[in-house]
């Protein structure tokens, strides 16, 4: 059980991985469809690139949005309204006419005058409710066909034209007038019939309704069918007009059938298969190339944490409307990784991402090609994440090739310009605005996962910071020597092409430690007093060693990063405080080394060794005493030499030609401090 346990343990962080790996599988798959998807790639107007292609199976033809749209149009243009009759209206005016007409018209009048101006009336009053008179103006045009419904009965039908407007009335009550020679009397009638017609004819907007429904179900999505083993499709064949059609409804067919349980799981194993092979492929190149980031769990972690919310984020706008589909702003997840690792890591993390997001999309070739050049883009134009003109600038590259590429592919694929859909250029401008969102989600991830990218190097590099102002303050001449470190450190690695901003905030804060003793460091020693004068050899070799160790506890009270305190950790190595080990030596021969020695590690990075060499020949320079350029370039090669020979940069990846480089920039750096001129023969 014991050596279970130890094995476990010692294993763990592989166990680990292992079930990182297993979660996020199964996790981007349950995110992913489970139907069938169509094994074969086509474009309008393109040949037929496969063999020839026989229907798999009996399917239907579907119309095209197009073409069901226009029906539509087709049947409502062409659907019956049906209108309500109020019979009891004509005969309550008709009522009110023989009571209006004798108080409108005088007694003067003969009978016979009276009975004929009477008759005249009432005909008029018939004929205006023989065409209908409308109870509120509506939209429709004279040409649609109405039914006239009493008692929920049809009765008649015509067109909307026959019916009377109420604005419409006037003119029409004068022309009857004129034409039952009334004309003398003409506004004694049109006041009378005003007072009292009313409308009889409303919409009835129920059956109106229900009767076009019943139209508009009666439209069916197909309009064919291809039986099993009929040719389709030729090779070579261009695919266009009707055989595009049948190609897309066999596509929407294979897509949608119903998938029996042994089908779907077959299908479940097939994409776990391809979502495993991808993110396998994506630990063996952190194992070979990110040895740094593959030991470390929660980096690998934040990797696939990343791509689980693109493929999740993705998903949602799909299942949504995946005519968003571009609002997604895949470009974030290299920026961000390039923020926190590098660029090569955030690029294969993405193109990796990607191919995984080609199985939930529509078109998904031209939709990888634009999101993998966009990442191209993001890797080779966002540098100095903290600038922000930078992430600026590199932004609306971003949008501009978005726009370029998905206008070529619809030309490609339409042939013209004339049906483009401006809106997609929108998604594509959200899309940048949104990509924007970086920063602060940089932020949110400094805090969950405990990394810290270059916008927290920034924060650190101030002076003004209480730690470094508390530096400054209790140990001057060690502040002092570390901004001369990190302009040195600075400098050496943009020589080498390392993270030059990394190396200046770890130079600054290399050496805190020596707050808790700052006398005991000869750069602070502004008496001219020294207090190991008092103490054997022994005891000033472990103040001077403990100051890494003080370092160490004073970053993390701090909260400083990890890859801060590994620059505190790391800058002196394992190296002898040669010094006193000699001093020591000369009282006794059987000392032990070790006691002598700082406690390590041995500086693993470009960054840290570059600390090491810049802090030992920087601490050194100072005894130099009437430097030359020679003495210079002598004093340079014999002190990082000799930390070549102790094995101080066996775990960095750094190389001689790198080391050469670092060297020359030193040289360089220290002629410009002491102001040398050039030695002229004499």
């Not at 996790?27 to 998807?37: A, Q």
């Not at 006691?595 to 601490?619: H, N, Q, W």
């Not at 050194?620 to 009437?626: G, M």
Request: glycine share 4%.
């Amino acid at each position: 059980m014991k050596d279970l346990l130890n094995s476990f343990y010692k294993r763990h962080s592989l166990i680990y991985k292992g079930l990182l790996f297993v979660l996020t599988t199964f996790l981007i798959v349950y995110f992913f469809p489970k139907s069938g998807k169509f094994k074969y790639n086509f474009e309008n107007g393109k040949p037929w690139q496969s063999e020839n292609l026989y229907a798999p199976f009996d399917f239907a033809i579907k119309k095209t949005d197009e073409e069901l749209e226009a029906e539509r149009k087709e049947v409502a243009d062409k659907a019956a309204i049906y209108f309500d009759i109020d019979d009891s209206v004509e005969g309550a005016v008709k009522q009110a006419y023989s009571e209006q007409f004798n108080i409108v018209f005088p007694d003067s009048l003969t009978h016979l005058n009276r009975d004929f101006l009477l008759k005249q009336g009432d005909y008029i009053i018939e004929d205006v409710y023989d065409k209908g008179i409308l109870d509120k103006p509506y939209t429709y045009t004279d040409s649609d066909n109405i039914i006239f419904l009493k008692n929920r009965s049809q009765t008649s039908a015509g067109k909307f034209s026959n019916l009377i407007a109420q604005e419409t009335l006037r003119n029409f009550l004068e022309v009857e007038i004129d034409t039952y020679r009334l004309t003398d009397y003409k506004s004694e009638f049109l006041s009378l019939f005003f007072d009292i017609i009313k409308p009889n004819v409303s919409l009835n907007e129920t059956i109106t309704n229900n009767a076009l429904e019943e139209e508009l179900s009666k439209i069916t999505p197909y309009r064919g069918s291809i039986e099993r083993e009929t040719l389709i499709i030729s090779k070579g064949e261009v695919v266009e007009g009707e055989k595009l059609k049948i190609l897309r409804s066999l596509e929407l067919e294979y897509q949608s059938q119903v998938w029996t349980q042994a089908n779907y799981n077959w299908i479940l194993v097939a994409y776990t298969l391809l979502v495993a092979l991808a993110l396998l492929m994506l630990l063996l190149f952190l194992r070979k190339y990110r040895l740094e980031v593959y030991n470390n769990n929660t980096k690998v972690t934040f990797i696939f944490f990343n791509i689980l919310l693109m493929v999740f984020v993705t998903t949602l706008v799909v299942n949504y409307n995946s005519e968003y589909l571009y609002l997604v702003p895949i470009a974030i997840l290299p920026l961000t990784l390039k923020a926190f690792f590098d660029a090569r890591l955030g690029l294969f993390t993405h193109v990796i991402t990607v191919l995984l997001l080609g199985f939930i999309v529509t078109n998904s070739y031209e939709y990888m090609f634009l999101q993998i050049i966009a990442g191209i883009v993001t890797i080779l134009t966002v540098s100095e994440l903290y600038k922000r003109a930078n992430l600026f600038i590199s932004v609306g590259q971003i949008t501009l090739i978005y726009i370029v590429a998905y206008f070529a592919f619809f030309v490609i694929h339409e042939g013209s310009v004339d049906n483009i859909n401006w809106e997609t250029f929108l998604l594509f401008i959200l899309c940048g605005l949104a990509t924007l969102f970086v920063l602060p989600l940089i932020y949110v991830y400094e805090k969950l996962f405990g990394l810290v990218s270059d916008v927290s190097l920034l924060e650190l590099s101030d002076t003004n910071s209480k730690l470094l102002k508390q530096l400054s303050n209790e140990a001057p001449g060690t502040f002092h020597h570390s901004l001369n470190v990190a302009n040195l450190a600075e400098a050496s690695a943009n020589e080498i092409g390392a993270n030059a901003m990394l190396s200046r905030v770890g130079a600054l804060y290399h050496d805190i430690g020596k707050m808790k003793n700052p006398t005991y460091f000869t750069e602070n020693q502004s008496t001219g007093i020294n207090p190991h004068d008092e103490l054997s050899p022994k005891e000033s070799a472990d103040i001077i060693i403990d100051h890494v160790i003080n370092g160490i506890e004073l970053a993390k009270k701090h909260n400083l990063p990890d890859r801060i305190i590994d620059f505190i950790r790391t800058h002196h190595g394992t190296n002898l405080v040669y010094y006193f080990y000699i001093k020591e030596l000369d009282k006794d021969k059987n000392i032990d080394r070790d006691d002598f020695m700082y406690p390590g590690p041995r500086p693993f990075s470009k960054e840290t060794a570059i600390l090491m060499m810049c802090d030992s020949v920087e601490a050194a320079s100072k005894s130099l005493k009437e430097p030359t350029s020679s003495k210079i370039d002598a004093f340079v090669e014999n002190i990082i030499n000799k930390q070549i020979e102790d094995e101080q940069f066996l775990n960095a990846n750094i190389t001689f030609k790198e080391i050469q480089s670092i060297k020359k920039v030193l040289k360089h750096k220290l002629a410009n401090i002491y102001h040398l001129r050039i030695e002229y023969p004499e």
